[in-house]
């Protein structure tokens, strides 16, 4: 009868087939037991079964093993006698079922593992994380650090997150928001929680690296618009002395070219006869009675469409100019300033400027004028009724009306000791 102790072949064969067993037992077995929560009674006849088949493996190796090693039977041990005289179908059946019994545990044993979630999925799934997970004992001991939370660590802090104490302090007093780790940006939270009975300190590190070099270019942007915007704000509040100076301007090139026509034709009458000529004298005088005419109705129409244009601006922004104790009008202003034109259009522009600013800035609804004419020169006052300001920068439309009053030879002065205050002294050629 065939046995496995008389065919030497057959015995390495069924103890390399066991030790196989033997190690696929143990390695299913601490699969089991780390991962399986054995609160069933199936999963515990599992278990068992696994521990069976580890137990049957080693034994029936340990029976080859010693038989193998001897080389007279007389010293070959009665136990492993007795199973290696079993027949040799006794040794394959036995070998089969164990066989079988190991890859219907191991198939079962993976469906369980695809349906329910371990301590090995877990971690897997922590490392696959853009976001940087690290959870540490209260004492500094590291439980869970994935690779993003690592290489933030060196990045960032120049240390190893695994083992080191110090890296811990360190994230543990960290009191931002925002860790750059090289050229990452990453948000920045712990938490504080219980495990077990074990006090744990979780941090937590999510890259926003698109989102704040988004914002800093925002930013970036904001501020230029910030400034265009300042700038379009200066432009509009003196764009109104611009007008106006490009149509002083204008007439008086108007006013220059009329009169040079005038001159040149009085040069040739006066060149090219030697007796009086009525008709072309008569002609002449029409040319210089025209062109008088045209510059006293140029500077009326100038001086009223100016001041008509500040009366219907202070009516649309709602915005009352008290000169001298009442309402401005035309006369008592150009009482005051006279008829030159430049003088009044200081003080209008001047009147303007204030009202706006009293509007924008101020928040008040009315601006008192005070205008004195004295020794060829009017000074004039100018306050409003809105909140105290405590500083006042000159800029835009206030720069402009300072170099338009002192290219003039006037002073302009501005306090705000008990609240917003322009003085300025105008030379108008009147005593």
Not at 121 to 139: H, M, P, Q, R
Request: hydrophobic share 40%; charged share 25%; net charge negative.
């Amino acid at each position: 009868m065939n046995t496995v102790m008389s065919i030497p072949a057959l015995r390495i064969l069924f103890a390399a087939a066991f030790l196989s067993l033997t190690w696929g037992a143990v390695f299913l077995l601490r699969l089991r037991i780390s991962n399986t929560r054995f609160g069933k009674s199936r999963e515990r006849i599992k278990a068992l079964a696994t521990f069976l088949i580890f137990a049957c493996s080693y034994f029936m190796l340990e029976v080859m093993m010693n038989i193998n090693g001897r080389r007279e039977l007389s010293t070959v041990s009665s136990v492993a006698l007795f199973f290696g005289s079993f027949p040799l179908w006794i040794c394959t059946v036995l070998l089969l079922i164990l066989v079988v019994v190991f890859i219907y545990l191991m198939k079962d044993y993976r469906q369980w593992s695809n349906d329910h979630i371990s301590n090995l999925s877990i971690k897997e799934s922590i490392d696959l994380l853009s976001a940087g997970v690290a959870v540490y004992t209260e004492k500094g001991l590291p439980v869970v650090i994935n690779p993003v939370m690592d290489n933030i660590g060196v990045a960032a802090f120049g240390e190893n997150m695994y083992g080191s104490t110090g890296l811990y302090e360190k994230l543990l007093g960290y009191d931002k928001d925002v860790i750059r780790a090289g050229d990452e940006y990453y948000t920045f939270r712990k938490n504080r929680f219980n495990i077990d009975g074990v006090e744990c300190v979780e941090f937590i590190c999510d890259n926003v690296s698109d989102e704040y070099k988004t914002a800093g270019l925002l930013k970036e942007e904001n501020e230029r618009l910030k400034r265009m915007n300042e700038h379009l704000k200066e432009l509009n509040s003196t764009i109104d002395s611009y007008v106006i100076e490009n149509e002083i301007l204008n007439a008086k090139v108007m006013v220059h070219d009329r009169l040079g026509q005038t001159l040149l034709a009085t040069q040739k009458y006066l060149l090219d006869g030697d007796s009086v000529d009525e008709e072309r004298s008569g002609e002449l005088l029409d040319m210089w009675k025209e062109n008088i005419g045209f510059m006293s109705n140029s500077m009326d129409d100038q001086k009223n469409d100016e001041l008509m244009a500040l009366l219907t601006a202070a009516e649309d922004v709602g915005v009352g100019l008290v000169f001298n104790g009442k309402a401005l009008t035309g006369d008592d202003f150009y009482d005051c300033f006279g008829t030159d034109t430049y003088p009044a259009h200081i003080a209008l522009t001047a009147i303007h400027e204030c009202m706006t600013n009293t509007l924008r800035h101020a928040k008040g609804d009315e601006v008192y004028i005070t205008a004195e004419r004295k020794d060829g020169s009017c000074s004039m006052v100018i306050t409003n009724n809105g909140s105290r300001v405590s500083q006042v920068v000159e800029k835009g439309g206030l720069k402009s009306l300072r170099s338009l009053v002192e290219n003039s030879g006037g002073r302009m002065e501005i306090l705000t000791d008990e609240g917003f205050m322009l003085r300025i002294n105008i030379r108008t050629g009147r005593e």
